[in-house]
């Protein structure tokens, strides 16, 4: 049908909408240009469908995609999934220093890069690099804006055109695709691959060892582990190596925690001081994992290294801005007082949560979601495993306690109705994220803090 035999459909124009009360509420609330294209679109819309709409619909059309554009898409969430360290889910939670840090210089200017001694330029790494040593025995750090961005400037840095030894077992793949070899491939070195996926030996290291070798690099394997008939070399012995042939020993540990985590019960994960220790020239690891602060990825290690790493041009285009900076050099100064990180810092707070605790909130809160689910499903509280997340420790899981969803459909309606129960519960002002696991809908309750906003969020609204 052509547009001259589509029905005429009787709508208002847009001046006689942009003149309605309630729209120029809107007007006054969110400005000209939004609701301007928010009215074209209703109409259009309407016209497009041949509907004729109420002045009354038409305006609350208009509302919702005010609205909708209006509203922020990156939102607050409930993480009730299980996994602590969540990537999609913007992993570790900062503690309220960091906060009040972020916004102190958000809201202003600040000495960036501004030496307040001597009144001349100075290095944004300086805000960080102290504490870094201090925690990690290092002689320098510096600072980017991921532990993928560290890894490739160190690489571009110092193995540019130039060979560097990775064992097999090691070439990792972590979430979004990220595999080790691409990344080597963009920072222009070679790749040269010793061992096999499970057993590594020196004399591997050793017979690779040529004129074109720039650097040895061990990858802790964060997302993964292979265990049985394994063998690789320990990280003294690795270091000796590198040293008589004047190369650098590189570790990258991806998660990278400061603290031993066996001291609050948790598994055991190098530190970027053991790891140095052991004889390590420079270690990356994440600033926003196990560490606990803000997405960065750190260097640190042997001063020269650094130094030629912070001449690097693509240094600039990695570098951290001014609110991650804050942030994290307000998380580091949190572990200068070890005894009180636990309460402090709140990723370290969740992982280490006792599983009593998690089964008396779990009981808590069960009357409250079975209130707002009306009958349409049962709710009881169940074990189950939560896990650290983000790669750490991938086999170690944590014992927490859920509420467990069943909806009150059999068959294959039950399946739909899971799905269903899980989006209300994405639909609330506050998103309640959970997981799906044997035909039903699970929020473990190891990470959640705030009680009474999760309650406020089922009085305000309707249940599924």
Known sequence: MSAAELPRVHLPSVDRVLAWPVVAALIAAHGRPLVVDAVRAELAALRAQSATQGDDAIAQGISTRVLADATPSLRKVFNLTGTVLHTNLGRAPLPPEAIEAMVQVASGASNLEYDLAIGQRGDRDDHVEQWLCRLTGAQAATVVNNNAAAVLLLLNTLSLRKETIVSRGELIEIGGAFRLPDIMARAGCKLREVGTTNRTHLRDYEEALGPRTALMLKAHTSNYRIEGFVAAPDERALSQLAKEKSLPFVVDLGSGTLIDLARFGLPHEPTP???????????????????????????????????????????????????????????????????????????????????????????????????????????????????????????????????????????????RAVEQIAAAFRDLAVPVIGRIADGAFLLDMRCLEEEELFVAGFAEMAAP
């Open 273 to 415: 001081a053991e790891t140095l220790s052991n004889g390590a020239d420079l270690v990356t690891f994440s600033g926003d994992k196990l560490l606990g602060g803000p997405q960065a990825g750190i260097i640190v290690g042997r001063a020269d290294l650094i130094a030629r790493i912070k001449k690097n041009p693509m240094k600039r285009a990695m570098r951290c801005d001014k609110v991650t900076i804050a942030a994290l050099a307000a998380v580091l100064r949190l572990y200068g007082d070890p005894e009180r990180l636990v309460q402090r810092l709140p990723a370290l707070r969740l992982l280490a949560r006792s599983p009593l605790d998690i089964e008396a909130l779990a009981h808590r809160m069960r009357p409250v979601v079975g209130a707002w689910l009306h009958g349409r499903a049962e709710v009881d509280v169940v074990p189950v495993h939560s896990q650290i997340g983000s790669g750490s420790l991938p086999v170690d899981v944590l014992p927490s306690f859920a509420l467990r969803i069943l909806p009150n459909r059999p068959g294959r309606a039950s399946g």
